[in-house]
């Protein structure tokens, strides 16, 4: 990908770096950067489903403590935190390059390569912010207040999005995908910022009860967690749909996905109700 010397925005520092990773170089130089960014987008977004499951079945074990604590005890706690920092990159990427591609194919902005320099930029710049709340530990913010900006700020994304594909031809799925993303977009990284914004909220599952009294809160949760169990859903499909041949095959793998999806959505109305 080359850089043009006029304007070369936040992610162009970073190129130098990506270039010389012994994997991703390789690809880059033999498959072009569309290539290695296709596969990033996806490799994220499975890794994304991976510990959304785990944090789901993580915080399940609020019906047994003893099991919460075991896992979670002091001395594993600060590879937890490791993990949750480079979560943080998978979120930022994820998001950002699929704020792009949702910019590509409803708004025609076409400036690819400058939006895929701003997205690694900004990836890194947003993994740089929990970083340095994970050390800082000292931030506090109203769960009220948080939740409300980000919800508005998710809801008219999601709109614009959806007045964009309302005339479209695409099935309701693929709609839904996309409309799903763009309050994802907003959502997700600030649902992994938050709780570096209110220290103890990553150290035991406590905390998040408490912050689930609170009903307009408990209701924007429950939003976050069907758009992110269907958007997981419709990903993996997608992904499957490119490489399995055998239409008894599709119908198959399409089934379990939509089985554990559903299970998956029945267990966060319990979790978060229950509460």
Do not use: C
């Not at 220290?199 to 307009?216: E, H, I, K, W, Y």
């Not at 499957?240 to 559903?262: E, K, Q, W």
């Amino acid at each position: 990908m080359k850089v043009p010397e006029e304007s070369q925005g936040i992610g162009a520092a970073l190129l130098p770096i990506l270039e010389k990773l012994p994997v991703l170089s390789r690809y880059a130089k033999t498959r072009g950067w569309y290539y290695v960014i296709s596969w990033l987008h996806r490799v994220t977004g499975i890794g994304l489903v991976i510990a959304l499951m785990v944090h789901m079945v993580t915080l399940w074990s609020w019906q047994t403590p003893n099991v919460y604590y075991t896992g979670m005890n002091i001395p594993a706690r600060p590879f937890f935190v490791f993990l949750a920092w480079i979560l943080s990159l998978f979120v930022s990427f994820h998001a950002l390059n699929g704020g792009r591609l949702i910019l590509y194919e409803l708004f025609g902005m076409r400036g690819d390569e400058t939006m895929i320099r701003w997205t690694f930029g900004l990836s890194a710049a947003y993994a740089a912010m929990v970083g340095l709340l994970v050390i800082l530990k000292n931030q506090r913010m109203s769960a009220f207040f948080f939740w409300l900006m980000m919800f508005f700020a998710g809801a008219v994304t999601a709109y614009v999005v959806d007045s964009r594909t309302a005339r479209g031809r695409h099935s309701l799925f693929w709609k839904l995908q996309r409309i799903s993303g763009s309050f994802l977009f907003i959502t997700m990284p600030a649902y992994l910022l938050f709780a570096y914004l209110n220290p103890g909220l990553a150290d035991g599952a406590q905390t998040v009860v408490v912050r689930l009294q609170n009903a307009f809160v408990r209701v924007v949760t429950l939003a976050l967690a069907v758009s992110a169990l269907y958007h997981a859903g419709y990903g993996l499909f997608s992904i499957m749909a490119d490489y399995a041949s055998s239409r008894t095959l599709r119908a198959g793998v399409t089934a379990l996905i939509a089985v554990v999806i559903a299970v998956l959505t029945v267990l966060a109305f319990r979790l978060i109700l229950s509460v």
